[in-house]
Every structure is written in structure tokens, then in C-alpha cells.
């Protein structure tokens, strides 16, 4: 089973570079023909590359080492440089050293050197002068740079689905697209966010992230707590999923609001849409024209369990995408297709 990663502490050194060649030309009649060891290669460099097919952590290693280079050879020879070590992550990959961030790789090809390789060794030629016609002189590779880097891994799904434990986003997210999260009858049964892909008869893609349950406090790190509010960051609209069958459920969103606020100021007035589930029980229907007279925001009334009113979200959803999209080709920017 390969599991949803998003941490990863990674040791990275870049390759070693070669030593300096030691010879001297010789050949029939020209016996002192001079020093001609050539200069070593340089490391190969350790490079962090984000890719859209990647959707975790889970295959980066703990310890990456760049190539080495080769050692300097006679008649001027140069040692080759060690090859470059490409690791590939996910898009929306965070790199850190010592709690600062250093990179954030948020285009599909962006590159950060994690590692630089080593510089190569002088030859004894490269000693050669006026004074010292024979130089013996020669210099060893330089070791190349080590770091330990902390990689985060914040989700750039379109869409995110928030509300509390059990109220019912896994289920909607297996209604909506092909992904698989569990579902079960008890809190937190998700503990790790899961990616669906909505496909649309224009071969449009809609990325839809199912958020853990958030918890009242989560933005002081109770319940998963920050672990997972980070992951809704880069959603550019939210889908609130609301649990129509309890009292009061317009209390839920309040909740949600306030939590997205606390964590981040600004975070719950992005786009959004309010999805108020299990409307096949009969306190939901109740409940539902209460909680459209109490907020502002649409409601969509569906129920995940049975598939009623699906069409409805597939509709707005798309609204949402179209209108992200025109939103960042009028900046100049590139919007993130899936």
C-alpha cells in the first residue's frame, strides 16, 4: 500500500569532485615535455524537480548523493562531471532549512538545486610557470555541499471539501469522482487527504481535495489540527459540507469560518459554495429552508448516500473552475490544470 506522505526530511550531499591529474609528457625525443595532467570533473549536483504525476511524498528517499567526478588523466585530459541527481516531487512541495523556506515549487518543471556538487581539482599542469617548470603540485576534489532539508507538501487541488468528522465528504468525494477514501460510521475515519479528479465532457479536470475533519480549535493544533489546515491554503474555492440532518447546521459553518480565519486571515472568504448533506433523511428536509434563511452563501441540498442532486454541484463546480480561470489568465498568470 502506498501511503499519502506529505513530510519528508531528506539528507542531500552533491557529488564529490575530482582530483587533479600528476603526469608528466613523455615521448621518444622529447623526453621533458612538461606537466600535462588535466583538472578533475565536478560533482554532479542533487536537483529537486516538481511534477503534476506525482501526488505525494512517498517516494522520496531519506538520503540522495550526487555522482562524483572523475579524476583528472594525462595529456591535458579533463575528468568528466558527475551526473545531475533529479528528484521528482509534487507540485506545491515546500522546501525548508532550519524553519525557513528556501523554494516553493509550484509549477509543474520549477527546479531548486538542493545540492550543489563539488568543484574539481587543479592538474599539475595548472601549476606550470616561469619559476616552476616541473610542478608536482596537485589538488583534490572539493567535497560537495550537505544539507538536511524538511519538504511539506501542501495540496493544490482546486477545490477543498470542509466540514466536520462525519459529515460525509469522503462519501461525496467517491459520488463525484474515481478516488477512494474510506468511509465509515465514526470520526476522523480520514486521516490523510485524498485527491479526486471530476472529469467534464470538454476534457476539463476539476481537482477536489477531501480535507480530514477539522474540530472546534484545529487552528491551535487540537484534533489533526494545523497538519491538515495547511493543505487548504492553496484551494482556490471551498466546498463546505455541512451535516443537514443535525440542529441548527448553519452553527457547523459559522464554526468552519472562524477556524479558516484563525488560521489564516482571508482564508474563508475565497469562493465557495455550501453543501448541505444527507438530504434523504427527514430532519434534513426540515432543516434545510432554515439554514438557507440564516446565511447568505448557495446552499446545494444532496445527498452523497443516494447520488440526489449531484448534477446540481457537477454545474456549480464547473462555474467555480471557469471562473478561477478567467480570473488568472486576466492577471497574466497560468492557471493550474490538473
Given at each position: 500500500?502506498?501511503y499519502?506522505?506529505?513530510?519528508r526530511k531528506v539528507?542531500v550531499v552533491?557529488?564529490q569532485g575530482?582530483g587533479?591529474?600528476h603526469?608528466?609528457?613523455?615521448?621518444?625525443?622529447?623526453?621533458f615535455?612538461?606537466?600535462?595532467?588535466?583538472?578533475?570533473?565536478d560533482?554532479?549536483?542533487?536537483?529537486?524537480?516538481a511534477?503534476?504525476?506525482?501526488?505525494s511524498?512517498?517516494?522520496?528517499?531519506?538520503?540522495?548523493q550526487?555522482?562524483?567526478?572523475e579524476?583528472?588523466?594525462?595529456?591535458?585530459?579533463?575528468g568528466?562531471n558527475?551526473?545531475?541527481?533529479?528528484v521528482?516531487?509534487p507540485?506545491g512541495t515546500?522546501?525548508?532549512?532550519?524553519?525557513?523556506?528556501?523554494?516553493d515549487?509550484?509549477?509543474?518543471g520549477?527546479?531548486?538545486?538542493?545540492?550543489?556538487?563539488?568543484?574539481?581539482?587543479?592538474?599539475?599542469?595548472?601549476f606550470?610557470?616561469n619559476e616552476n617548470?616541473?610542478?608536482?603540485l596537485?589538488t583534490p576534489g572539493?567535497?560537495?555541499?550537505?544539507r538536511?532539508?524538511?519538504l511539506?507538501l501542501?495540496?493544490?487541488?482546486?477545490?477543498g471539501?470542509?466540514?466536520?468528522?462525519?459529515?460525509?465528504?469522503?462519501s461525496?468525494?467517491?459520488?463525484?469522482s474515481?478516488?477512494?477514501?474510506?468511509?465509515?460510521a465514526?470520526?476522523?475515519?480520514t486521516?490523510n487527504p485524498?485527491?479526486?479528479?471530476v472529469?467534464?465532457?470538454?476534457?476539463?479536470?476539476?481537482?477536489v481535495?477531501?480535507?480530514?475533519?477539522l474540530?472546534?480549535?484545529a487552528?491551535?493544533?487540537?484534533?489533526?489540527?494545523?497538519a491538515?489546515?495547511?493543505?487548504i491554503?492553496r484551494?482556490r474555492f471551498?466546498?463546505?459540507?455541512?451535516d443537514?440532518?443535525v440542529s441548527q447546521?448553519?452553527?457547523q459553518?459559522?464554526d468552519?469560518?472562524y477556524?479558516l480565519e484563525?488560521y489564516?486571515?482571508?482564508?474563508s472568504?475565497?469562493?465557495?459554495?455550501?453543501?448541505?448533506?444527507?438530504?434523504?433523511?427527514?430532519?434534513?428536509?426540515?432543516?434545510l429552508?432554515?439554514?438557507k434563511?440564516?446565511?447568505?452563501?448557495r446552499?446545494?441540498?444532496?445527498?452523497?448516500l443516494?447520488?440526489?442532486?449531484l448534477e446540481?454541484l457537477?454545474l456549480?463546480l464547473?462555474?467555480l473552475y471557469?471562473?478561477?480561470?478567467?480570473?488568472?489568465?486576466?492577471?497574466?498568470?497560468?492557471?493550474v490544470?490538473?
Amino acid at each position: 500500500t502506498r501511503y499519502f506522505v506529505d513530510h519528508r526530511k531528506v539528507r542531500v550531499v552533491g557529488g564529490q569532485g575530482g582530483g587533479g591529474g600528476h603526469s608528466f609528457y613523455s615521448e621518444p625525443r622529447k623526453i621533458f615535455g612538461g606537466p600535462d595532467g588535466g583538472n578533475g570533473g565536478d560533482g554532479g549536483h542533487v536537483i529537486l524537480k516538481a511534477d503534476r504525476q506525482m501526488k505525494s511524498l512517498s517516494s522520496v528517499l531519506p538520503f540522495y548523493q550526487g555522482f562524483h567526478g572523475e579524476k583528472g588523466g594525462s595529456k591535458n585530459c579533463y575528468g568528466a562531471n558527475g551526473a545531475y541527481i533529479y528528484v521528482k516531487v509534487p507540485v506545491g512541495t515546500l522546501v525548508k532549512e532550519d524553519g525557513k523556506v528556501v523554494a516553493d515549487l509550484t509549477q509543474h518543471g520549477e527546479e531548486y538545486v538542493a545540492a550543489y556538487g563539488g568543484a574539481g581539482g587543479k592538474g599539475n599542469r595548472f601549476f606550470l610557470s616561469n619559476e616552476n617548470r616541473a610542478p608536482t603540485l596537485f589538488t583534490p576534489g572539493e567535497p560537495g555541499q550537505e544539507r538536511i532539508l524538511h519538504l511539506e507538501l501542501k495540496t493544490t487541488a482546486h477545490a477543498g471539501l470542509v466540514g466536520f468528522p462525519n459529515a460525509g465528504k469522503s462519501s461525496l468525494l467517491r459520488a463525484i469522482s474515481n478516488a477512494r477514501p474510506a468511509v465509515a460510521a465514526y470520526p476522523f475515519t480520514t486521516l490523510n487527504p485524498h485527491v479526486g479528479v471530476v472529469h467534464y465532457q470538454d476534457y476539463e479536470q476539476v481537482a477536489v481535495a477531501d480535507i480530514p475533519g477539522l474540530i472546534k480549535g484545529a487552528h491551535q493544533n487540537k484534533g489533526l489540527g494545523m497538519a491538515f489546515l495547511r493543505h487548504i491554503e492553496r484551494c482556490r474555492f471551498l466546498l463546505y459540507v455541512v451535516d443537514l440532518s443535525v440542529s441548527q447546521p448553519w452553527i457547523q459553518l459559522q464554526d468552519l469560518k472562524y477556524e479558516l480565519e484563525q488560521y489564516k486571515k482571508g482564508l474563508s472568504e475565497r469562493p465557495c459554495v455550501v453543501i448541505g448533506n444527507k438530504i434523504d433523511l427527514a430532519q434534513s428536509r426540515i432543516n434545510l429552508p432554515l439554514l438557507k434563511e440564516q446565511i447568505d452563501d448557495r446552499v446545494i441540498a444532496l445527498s452523497a448516500l443516494t447520488g440526489d442532486n449531484l448534477e446540481e454541484l457537477f454545474l456549480h463546480l464547473r462555474e467555480l473552475y471557469d471562473t478561477y480561470v478567467k480570473t488568472e489568465q486576466s492577471l497574466g498568470q497560468s492557471p493550474v490544470k490538473w
